[in-house]
């Protein structure tokens, strides 16, 4: 029979809770550590050096986060760096790696351009004739400071006293030399707020380009693509170029051949040319009178296939008639006046 929970000893209860708690947490931390869970796909790569990368710092694309580093460790005479890259990215067989610096404190990324036509095999390592490490300027900040601090401050000023003492009989161009510099120094020296400025400004001018990264990668990848489709119908272009050479030797000689017969043909135009320049008042006169002519012939053949015309007074008609013989009514018959009558004859073409 089970017990009730109220009737159990709680301390256990306590105890099997915390733990199923405890470890919920720690499934939940690492859950992108589990490959079946996370994602992507595990690359490695082989490095000359560490360049002081660390573990889950970010791996790039075009300055696009695509994965980070999950292990680095000495592999004969290499580091090998396995970084997990998100899934539908794609990876060339030439594929190249490069630790960047992210920030001058020391935060780092790998770099990768997916070169090739084929795919990366993430079980091929991508070697070290295809990677690259950046230039630490810290450690060499460093090493310039411990350099510096070994330097004999004694003998450094004996050098420059002895160096002092020869030029001191030096040849007039060395002198001149040495007060060109100075006057150099100088003006660099008074013109330090300008430079200070022209620092500032190409910092901002460095930010804007920094903002604007992504444009100008567009920018860079769409002038790649205009000089694929260039490159891709080059035949095309050149046999273009072959044709209209070919079209402008067939002209040359078209035109030499029939030099004397377009000589003359060119005397005779420029010649009636000078007649119609000549009499262009005239002509302009002809174009002004054709125009009332068009109209009244356009009235008279637009009704169909005839013209529409007529003849006045084709029967002459006298203005008064004679006195007509008294009719059988007893009545006699007036004049009539008859005024010109119209006649209209249609006629065909």
């Known amino acids: 029979m089970v017990r009730p929970f109220r009737e159990r000893n709680p301390v256990p209860m306590g105890l099997i809770g915390l733990g199923v708690i405890v470890a919920g947490l720690v499934f939940a931390l690492n859950l992108q550590n589990i490959p079946f869970i996370a994602g992507g796909t595990t690359y490695n790569a082989a490095f000359a050096e560490a360049a002081g990368l660390k573990k889950d710092e970010e791996v790039r694309i075009a300055g696009v986060k695509v994965g980070k580093v999950t292990g680095l460790r000495l592999e004969r005479g290499h580091v090998r760096v396995d970084f997990r890259v998100d899934d539908g990215v794609r990876l060339g067989d030439l594929t190249r790696a490069e630790i960047k610096i992210k920030t001058v404190l020391g935060a780092h990324y790998v770099s990768l351009d997916p070169r090739g036509p084929g795919r990366q095999d993430p079980e091929r390592q991508i070697p070290v004739s295809r990677t690259a490490t950046p230039f ?179 029967v002459p008609i006298p203005a008064s008639i004679q006195k007509s013989p008294v009719g059988g009514s007893g009545r006699q018959r007036t004049p009539e006046s008859r005024s010109p009558s119209t006649n209209p004859l249609p006629f065909l073409p």
């Open 136 to 314: 630490e300027i810290v450690p060499a900040i460093s090493e310039l400071s411990e350099r510096a601090g070994d330097i004999d401050t004694k003998q450094l000023a004996q050098s420059l006293d002895v160096l002092s003492s020869t030029f001191e009989n030096s040849p007039e161009e060395i002198k001149g030399s040495l007060r060109g510099l100075r006057r150099l120094s100088q003006t660099i020296s008074s013109r330090d707020d300008q430079l200070h400025e022209l620092v500032g400004r190409s910092k901002n001018v460095t930010k804007v380009l920094a903002d604007r990264n992504a444009q100008l990668v567009k920018l860079v990848e769409d002038g790649d693509k205009i000089l694929r489709a260039v490159q891709a119908r080059r035949a095309v272009i050149h046999q273009l170029l072959v044709n209209t050479v070919t079209l402008t030797q067939q002209v040359n000689a078209l035109i030499s051949e029939n030099d004397k017969e377009i000589g003359p043909m060119l005397a005779n135009l420029q010649r009636v040319n000078k007649i119609l320049l000549k009499n262009q008042d005239d002509l302009d006169r002809t174009i002004r009178l054709l125009a009332p002519y068009g109209r009244q012939f356009t009235d008279a053949t637009g009704s169909g296939r005839w013209f529409d015309s007529y003849i006045q007074n084709l």
